[in-house]
């Protein structure tokens, strides 16, 4: 039996047993302790952004940014059908509607469309957008950079400023990722709009277990942002809570975690960059009927993903190519069922969606962590080369 590659795994080699240890050592191992605070720092200081809220994951992330964002109980946010459901869930969670939108070759959101629904499909009406169809407010926008890619962000604060609508970025996948040139050359993905977010899940590209990351400009929503994070405490002392709050707060052993992450950032990318140069020049026009998919021009992508896209249909499939890799050890995946097809997604309003249903269609994401050897690299090429 060949060798299982993952399709993408933490990788530990630096410091981390060091500074968990330390943690560990000095007893500080739920939600005090100074790596927390240094994690956050340092964050902050790698995104050039005045300050980071630390917390337990994505989700929670973008739970709490809904919430800052002024989201409430029967408002509408607009969001990307393809992308993972955590994405939307928090939606649901505040009794809000999602009203989901396609997405363009960057696989993220189509500001086009978007565009375009705000002027056809809503009403603006008392610095409000109102959807026509159900007549409730559209209050946000959670826009997704998608597998290390980013969004048209200057389309999308374009299109918020005229309609009045907060912008949230969902950068749980793009930690790393910046632009090159244009309105927001050297800008991270996450740091350009009202709020942003980012996961340090297992799979992603730095990894705290489980956690993730709330950065904003605005100093109020970030103190807001602690606040909530850590059971709403107005008087820690003597208990007392003049809000609903969540224990949405990061530990210090994850933040421990995070900071020896955070340490080999940079040199992930490198790697993930090399080997993405590998698996496209050894594909795209070599293989027939397959080819990588490109990032961005005018980014500086963390290549978190590695897109393959199936040209042609009648010689692959989806699953034909996923269980032939199964069957030489090589985990790969599909990309994600389109959320607006979930079963607690099947009546909300979805707008023009093509573009992902073709997409959905035609990739397996490869394997790309980044301790990924060069060999295997080329193992799963050949054996990419080797399906009939």
């Known amino acids: 039996m060949n ?6 795994v933490p990788n530990l080699k630096g410091n981390e047993l060091k500074y968990v240890s330390d943690a560990i050592e000095k007893e500080w191992v739920s939600t005090g302790g100074a790596y927390i605070a240094r994690f956050e720092t340092e964050l902050a200081d790698y995104l050039n952004v005045k300050s980071a809220v630390a917390c337990q994951s ?20 607009i969001v990307p059908t393809l992308t993972f459901i955590a994405s939307v869930n928090p939606v649901k969670y505040l009794q809000a509607y999602p009203v989901f939108m396609d997405c363009d070759d960057s696989l993220c959101m189509d500001m086009a469309k978007l ?20 007549g409730r407010h559209i209050k946000a926008i959670v826009v997704v950079h998608v597998f290390g890619n980013m969004a048209d962000m200057s389309a999308a604060m374009d ?20 632009y090159l040139e244009g309105r927001y050359k050297g800008k991270h993905a996450g740091t350009i709009a009202d709020i942003g977010v980012y996961s340090f899940n297992g799979n992603k590209i730095i990894t705290t277990g489980g956690g993730g990351m709330i950065v904003s400009s605005d100093t109020g929503i970030m103190k807001r942002a602690k606040y909530l994070s850590t059971q709403a405490k107005d008087d820690a002392v003597n208990f007392i809570h003049k809000e609903v709050g969540y224990n949405y707060r990061l530990t210090n052993l994850q933040a421990a975690l995070g900071v020896a992450q955070l340490e080999q950032l940079e040199y992930f990318i490198s790697v993930k960059k090399e080997n993405y140069r590998i698996y496209k020049s050894s594909i795209n026009d070599k293989i027939n009927g397959l080819k990588i998919l490109d990032f961005r021009d005018d980014i500086r992508p963390n290549y978190w993903f590695f897109s393959l896209y199936i040209l ?5 499939s989806r699953m034909k190519i996923i269980k032939s890799l199964a069957n030489e050890n090589i985990q790969t995946r599909p990309i994600w069922g389109l959320i607006h097809e979930q079963k607690p997604y099947l009546h909300a309003q979805a707008y023009l969606i093509e573009k992902a249903h073709d997409y959905f269609n035609r990739i397996v994401n490869l394997p790309c962590s980044s301790n990924l050897s060069v060999e295997n690299v080329y193992k799963v090429i050949n054996k990419i080369n080797a399906i009939s």
Do not use: W
């Open 58 to 77: 994505g989700t929670a992330g973008l739970h709490l940014a809904l919430i800052l964002a002024g989201v409430e109980k029967d408002h509408e946010v």
């Open 312 to 316: 042609n249909l009648d010689k692959y």
């Open 159 to 178: 299109i918020a400023k005229e309609y009045n609508l907060k912008v949230i970025e969902d950068a749980t996948e793009a930690l790393g990722t910046y």
């Open 115 to 134: 565009k375009q629904f705000c002027q056809a499909e809503c009403n603006f009406i008392d610095n409000k957008l109102i959807n026509k169809s159900t």
């Open 3 to 8: 060798k299982f590659i993952p399709l993408s």
